[in-house]
């Protein structure tokens, strides 16, 4: 691999002074705000974002079984980025920085596939989780993702394998839809817990409802309770709908969930996870982001990918600043063109500042608890912490990077003939909506 820029060479996250975080139990997935699995929106530099601004765990995108077992894993000596290149494109992308937080998602129709692809990326995450909601056709002609939902003894059979195989410190969870009927749910949940998942997600939207339909969370209620009933202490963890912090105080009232994940509203700013996130997002986050993104060599593809759908309340911000920075990144080739944004500061100096938030606040410290009346609250610990650092409102950038292997950055692309197995790409073009 050969490198252009210098860099002092120190890429190793130093380990918190104040959190021995070892590995996850079930109780980590309870009272706390998660950033959900999102194909190309959630690569790794959104994934360091969404810790940095208070997320408590993040999920990667779903990666196909299959996608990542061919692959071969690099640890750039720089960075400490690990990426595992398939032969022709980088199908996922980690840091060890977010390990302990990690939940890897994984698109699987067989168990032994499944316990193989799990198998390849332990070393690098802190949990397993089955992609059982995807409804796109390339998921379920393939028995994975929505179809595994009316498959319940296939989908059962990969969690039991995987629990089994996996050691007892990596997690293994389940993302679900709702059935048409909530007593099929119900069936279905049983199932599930009783596989020896540490956590189950329910999309609240079922197989045929689109993203634009509203989410039925009222339904997650008597989930939450029957699982409660199970008395396996696992956490059932609502997805739907929710935009930010403030709003997972509305759901969990509504649901009694015992954690909320956020999709689209981190796509659309990831500092959502904070109670005061970031305003101005073309100045307080996308040089931030672009920086970072630099600096870990996500593909700029993905980088505009992301920048695109960032948007958010603009206070300093002029319309016409937001729509000529809009233009800027739509005829932005690579990251030379955005050179003018990203004066404010450096990437490594992104990435420290990332370390130092994660350091002084671990994510796994601050949780949304239940206050005695039922509405959930931001833990503090005896430092006080906000979940937002002071002096950090400013550039923070997210970046997400798997999907496709850095062309633009110096590192060598694999020219072996063949193509690696698809992992889904959801639709969609470069949004320049109202940023
Ligand atoms: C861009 C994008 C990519 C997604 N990729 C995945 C994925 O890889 N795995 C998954 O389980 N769900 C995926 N989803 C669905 C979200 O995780 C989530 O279930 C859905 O968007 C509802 O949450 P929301 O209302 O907070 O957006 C994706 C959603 C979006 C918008």
Redesign the pocket.
Known sequence: MSRTRTHSPSPSPRPSKRTKVDHLTPDDFKNGLFL???????ALPTRLFALKHGATLVWG??IIDKAILHSTREVDPITGVVSYNGVSRAIFATHPVEKPYLIY?MGSSDPELAVQAAKTVMQDISGIDL?C??PKPFSTHAGMGAALLTNPDLLCSILIALRKEMPPHITVTA?IRLLPSQEDTLKLVERIVNTGVSALTV?C?TRNMR?KDR?VIERLREIVEFVEGMGKGIAVVE????KDWEDAKRVREITGAHSV?????A?SNPSCFSPEPLKDVETSLVPAYLNLSKYLQNHFSLTKFCVGQFKGPRTHVTKAESLALRQTLSQAKDYADMEHLMASSTGEQEFQQILDAIEANPPREHRMLLSEGGSPHAEQDDESVTITPEGTQNPEPPGSGAPFLPNDTGRPLAKIPGHDATT?T?S?SLSLASM
């Open positions: 959900a699995p999102m194909v190309r929106s959630g995108p779903e998602q992609n909601g995807c993302k999309h939207r993203e989410a997805n739907g709908d929710c994940m956020i999709a689209r509203g796509e889904p959801p969609g």
